[in-house]
């Protein structure tokens, strides 16, 4: 009893903090000066444009090597994820002349391999309630805010998902209902719907595979609290091509092999790059140059800095994909407590069940692997929570991601670091950003801008409005829009020769319409006017156009690119992704010009990427101790 005191006791403090805090930000908002309409305006009707196309790839990387010491940019960012790209959004929309350059795809690394949550941290809520820590605290206030905002600018990638914790002692259903009341009073405004307590009854009713007993308990009911869900990859790919739109000049599958310094002072003052599609090496020059490589970011620092101390703790986080029927359609499951203390999520996702993640230190690689007990404790920590069996032979797909944690020097693992980001100018010319979440990546691009202006000396001729501004294909869509698609589009179907004539289902016009948004019309043309509606993967809603339309409107270089980051059939069934690379090399081919020689080691490289995800049969080959049971 004296502890439950001490933890409400603890509870109330914060709510103190909360409350003072709460108003402090209203304070704040209501005293900023707004000077940025018409820059806003301009980006804003760029990127609404439905007849708006992104430059062609060879005009970005053409307007990349025409920079000189006379001429250069005034931003080049490295690293074409989630910051990175909202950095060269940011600064483009700031009137600043901005490059980016990736070493493989947008979304690649880290930014395709999350949780799939916009979340403001309930865990670091928690932390702040027993350690009364107010810079955990802070965290929270700032990931709700940039919460609601990602989902305001990306609607159609974007959604609320109700989120249920289970509860097996009363204790635990009190305990729950007040950190999770506490987790809607912090976000105030901005919060996406209010949690709420279910019974056993209801419970089972709203999750029909959850267990409500075992293992000498018994389920007391449920708490449920909202937080967001997103598409990632196909999120990030959206921030290049907005940046793109409004001016930044691009470039994935560009690798920067040294950093060029000034001969006086030593200051970075650009970086050569080398097209590893073409091979073409150029120089590209800017008054600063900023790293958001993610785990590649001591990478960078190193070409500057040979001896620069490391930023990076690198954090391996595994998820694995299960059929639909382990979760149901728009409500999670979180897994409180597992054997070592970590959370597991269990989410829909797609139309499939994701589920994870770990947490524990890693190597730093291009293409990580998830470790089979790592797939094990995620299924083990499932299965005590639901009343259906659960089988390795179930999981369609399996992949890691490295979480580029900012080091702590007091930190004794992964799980206490800070998940805040860092920006720092540890080299003249060279601003590093790293650490923080996808969440809050706006802010993240804000804060990194903000010190390339004050290093670089620019001049923007607005301040930031991204906050503002939606990307591209969010503009005119609303959650009917699918309906335009069924009613005024048919699939051309081409088998064996003959054209057949096919409806724009519902499942297919949905996927669409969330996957494109506003611009999920052009995709379906393609699908009609050139023969290209036929599905690429059984039981699964990707068709043909949307590889010649993502090559032509999303630079998608590789079939990796496509079955990877413009659709997510690697990660969703990894075997559907296979059997369907031939026909997505074949239309790659068509709109690329690739010869039979580019083909063939574009299917061999895919077929090597996908033995990374390590689904039931790839387990079933390359780890004699599972058999698929």
Same mark, same amino acid.
């Given at each position: ?131 009364? !820590? ?6 929270? &206030? ?11 600018? %990306? ?8 989120? *249920?914790?289970?509860? &097996? ?21 901005? *919060? ?37 869900? *997103? ?16 001016? %930044? ?61 490391? *930023? ?16 149901? /359609? ?14 597991? &999520? ?73 998940? !805040? ?132 409107? /999303?630079?998608? /270089? ?14 969703? !069934? ?34 090597? &990427? ?20």
């Amino acid at each position: 009893m004296a502890s439950t005191m001490f933890r409400l006791r603890r509870i109330g403090a914060i709510i103190t903090i909360s409350g003072a805090t709460l108003a402090a930000t209203a304070t704040a908002a209501s005293a900023q000066s707004y000077g940025e309409g018409s820059a806003l305006e301009a980006a804003r009707r760029r990127v609404a444009d439905l007849d708006a196309v992104v430059p062609r790839r060879s005009v970005q990387e053409a307007a990349l090597a025409g920079t000189s010491r006379i001429n250069p940019l005034d931003v080049l960012v490295i690293g074409g994820g989630a910051t990175g790209c909202g950095v060269a959004l940011d600064a483009a929309t700031r009137g600043l002349r901005v490059g980016l350059v990736e070493r493989e795809d947008f979304s690649s690394g880290t930014s395709s391999r999350s949780t799939k949550l916009i979340h403001g941290g309930v865990r670091y809520l928690e932390k702040a309630v027993f350690n009364l !820590d107010y810079g955990q605290l802070k965290l929270v &206030f700032h990931a709700l805010k940039e919460r609601k905002q990602v989902i305001q600018n %990306a609607p159609h990638l974007c959604n609320a998902l109700p989120c *249920m914790n289970p509860c &097996f002692s009363w204790f635990e259903v009190v305990y729950y209902w007040s950190g999770l009341k506490l987790y809607d009073l912090v976000a105030g405004p901005r *919060m996406l719907h209010l949690s709420r307590y279910y019974s056993v009854e209801q419970s089972a009713q709203l999750f029909p595979t959850l267990a409500t007993k075992g293992k000498d308990r018994s389920l007391k009911g449920t708490v449920v609290y909202y937080d967001g869900q *997103m598409n990632d990859s196909r999120l990030n790919v959206g921030l290049a091509c907005t940046a793109a739109l409004v001016g %930044a000049a691009v470039l994935n599958h560009a690798e920067v092999i040294e950093l060029i310094k000034d001969e006086v002072d030593e200051k970075v003052v650009g970086a050569r790059i080398r097209d590893t599609i073409s091979g073409n090496v150029f120089e590209t020059y800017a008054k600063v140059v900023v790293n958001a490589a993610g785990p590649f970011c001591d990478s960078v620092r190193k070409m500057a800095n040979k001896d620069a101390q490391p *930023m990076i703790a690198a954090s391996s986080g595994v998820h694995i994909v299960l059929p639909d029927y382990y979760s149901p /359609e728009g409500m999670g499951l979180i897994v409180p407590k597992t054997k070592d203390g970590r959370v597991v &999520f269990m989410l829909p996702w797609l139309g499939r069940t994701i589920a994870g993640t770990t947490d524990s230190s890693t190597e730093i690689t291009m293409l990580p692997e998830p470790h089979e007990d790592e797939i094990q404790f995620i299924l083990d920590a499932i299965c005590d929570y639901l009343n259906v069996q659960v089988r390795r032979s179930d999981v369609l797909s399996a992949w890691s991601g490295i979480r580029p944690l900012a080091t702590d020097p007091k930190a004794k693992n992964t799980e206490s670091i800070s998940r !805040d980001h860092v920006v720092s100018e540890d080299y003249p010319g060279l601003i590093t950003i790293t650490g923080g979440k996808w969440t809050t990546y706006r802010s993240m691009a804000e804060d990194a801008v903000d010190a390339a202006i004050k290093a670089g000396k620019l001049k923007p001729t607005n301040g930031c409005v991204t906050d503002e501004l939606r990307i591209v294909g969010a503009y005119g869509w609303e959650l009917a829009s699918f309906t335009a698609l069924a009613q005024n589009y048919i699939r051309m179907k081409q088998t064996k020769g003959k054209v057949i004539p096919g409806p724009m289902d519902t499942a297919v016009s949905k996927h669409l319409s969330h996957a494109y948004g506003s611009l999920a019309e052009h995709v379906a043309a393609i699908a009609q006017n050139e023969n290209l509606g036929k599905r690429l993967a059984h039981g699964h809603p990707y068709l043909e156009a949307e590889v010649a339309y993502c090559a032509r409107n /999303e630079y998608c /270089e590789s079939a990796t690119d496509f079955i990877a980051r413009r659709s997510r059939l690697a990660f969703l !069934d990894t075997d559907a992704a296979r059997r369907a690379l031939p026909r997505i090399i074949q239309i790659l081919a068509t709109e690329h010009k690739w010869d039979n020689s580019r083909q063939k080691l574009e299917l061999q490289k895919a077929l090597e &990427f996908l033995e990374t995800f390590k689904s039931s049969k790839n387990a079933q080959f390359r780890d004699g101790k599972h058999n698929g049971k």
